[in-house]
């Protein structure tokens, strides 16, 4: 049932009981910062905020620091619900000869990882020598062989390079 409300600067603004169909079309949040509140549930211990407030999904563009050779990339897509984002990428290396450490920058948002922290999943990698990435900023990511050891891009070498990861921003 809709009923409206007039509002003390004279706008009618309806109000709902029951469910709410939309047939055709989009529900548009047109104010920065609104969304859809979950706050009708009693909260949990520790619960800092019940709105989801922030939706988006695209493409990013990973870039190679300090790589002499080229890095291609296949596709990085991403996805954010709130301030958690799955980002992932396929890139393939050519195998340029350089002793830097592995780093990639451009990730869709900035982490809130401090250095060291939170990291992700390599879902493949050709040459089978990496098992997984961390931040070293809320920007660079770099990655680990299996021993635990900073991987150079001399040991990557000539490689198809695809990564999953899920982390927090602001």
Avoid at 104 to 122: H, S, W, Y
Avoid at 148 to 153: D, I, M, Q, R, S
Wanted: aromatic share 10%.
């Amino acid at each position: 049932m809709l009923k409206t409300v007039s509002t003390a600067n004279g706008l009618v603004s309806p109000t709902f009981s029951g469910d709410v169909t939309l047939s055709t079309g989009n529900l548009v949040i047109g104010t920065s910062g609104k969304g859809i509140d979950f706050s009708i549930n009693p909260a949990a211990p520790g619960v800092t905020s019940e709105l989801l407030a922030d939706y988006e999904e695209g493409t990013w563009t990973p870039a190679a620091v300090g790589y002499d050779g080229v890095m291609t990339v296949n596709g990085a897509t991403y996805t954010k619900v709130g301030n958690l984002v799955k980002a992932s990428a396929s890139v393939t290396y050519d195998g340029t000869v350089d002793a830097s450490t592995v780093n990639i920058i451009g990730l869709p948002f900035a982490t809130t990882a401090a250095a060291n922290g939170d990291g992700g999943a390599i879902t493949f990698c050709t040459n089978g020598t990496l098992k997984y990435a961390d931040f070293s900023s809320t920007t660079n990511l770099r990655f680990y062989d299996t021993l635990g050891a900073l991987v150079t891009y001399t040991t990557l070498g000539a490689a198809n390079l695809q990564f999953v990861l899920v982390y927090s921003t602001t």
